[in-house]
């Protein structure tokens, strides 16, 4: 496993060895052993659920109401995403001029 400096300490070694993995732990200070080119789709995506602030104070004890929060935050992503995609790649006649 290649893990960043983040997981640096005895338990997360210790984690590893039990269970049969070999880790490659960057120090702190230094650079991962793996560079990543983008950011991680999931850190990217959990960011974008941050600003749903309903989710970050959520007092609810029931996990489906959980649950329905998270699939309605995630569809509200994902229809964004959609329109924000086809302003820039289709035309239409009754487009608006310019974007809201």
């Not at 489906?64 to 289709?90: E, G, K, M, P, Q």
């Amino acid at each position: 496993m290649h893990l960043d400096a983040g997981y640096d300490s005895d338990t997360t070694r210790t984690l590893l060895n039990e269970r049969g993995l070999r880790g490659r732990i960057a120090h702190k200070g230094e650079k991962a052993p793996i560079q990543a080119s983008q950011r991680w789709h999931v850190e990217r995506t959990h960011a974008w659920q941050n600003s749903f602030h309903r989710l970050a104070r959520c007092y609810e004890r029931r996990a489906t109401v959980v649950n329905a929060f998270f699939d309605l935050a995630d569809t509200i992503i994902t229809v964004r995403s959609l329109i924000r995609r086809a302003w820039t790649t289709h035309r239409w006649d009754e487009r608006p001029n310019r974007r809201p």
